[in-house]
């Protein structure tokens, strides 16, 4: 592995102090390259639009943050190879949880063949860990992905520095 790639729950708890992810960041060698999808930054971009605070002071300051830790080279964007690794989790989802329907195309459709439950996967999580095998990254989420996992096999890794740290 050379890097990470933050997932939106890890850094806003980042941001927001917490000590076991603080801790983890803080024993890391200043080399190890720490990098963020452009989709996270949409979704982080979506809760600005619709947050209700009027600290703007607030919202600017984690906009730096967000800027100084995340430098442009250390955002990823999506790109012909990311496409062909989405598909491949996506198709392997499917064969593994499929939809109640036939012509249900949304992975938050799929289900645990066992429980009959609804996974509730979110696409742009398919996304983000598309990159994280793009790039021979480590994806750090405290969602629960381990029906991605399941679905892409051995490349991707996750880590959950919150609540495992």
């Known amino acids: 592995m050379k890097g990470y790639l933050f997932d939106t729950n890890a850094i806003s708890r980042w941001y927001s102090g917490n000590a076991s992810i603080r801790a983890k960041i803080d024993g ?4 190890v390259p720490l990098c963020v999808s452009m989709i996270t930054l949409g979704e982080m971009q979506f809760g600005d639009k619709i947050t209700t605070t009027t600290d703007q002071a607030k919202r600017d300051e ?8 995340f430098p442009v080279p250390f955002r990823l964007t999506i790109t012909e190879h990311t496409t062909e690794c989405y598909g491949d989790i996506r198709s392997q989802l499917f064969k593994q949880f499929p939809p109640c329907g036939k012509r ?8 645990d063949k066992v429980t009959a439950k609804e996974l509730g996967i979110d696409e742009n999580d398919l996304w983000i860990a598309a990159q994280a095998i793009e790039h021979n990254l480590i994806l750090v989420s405290n969602d629960r992905m381990n029906r991605i996992q399941t679905a892409a096999g051995r490349e991707l890794y996750l880590e959950d520095w ?3 740290p």
């Open 28 to 31: 890391l060698s200043d080399d």
């Open 162 to 164: 919150e609540n495992n």
């Open 104 to 111: 249900e195309n949304h992975p938050e459709m799929c289900f």
């Open 62 to 69: 984690f906009k730096k943050w967000f800027r100084d830790k």
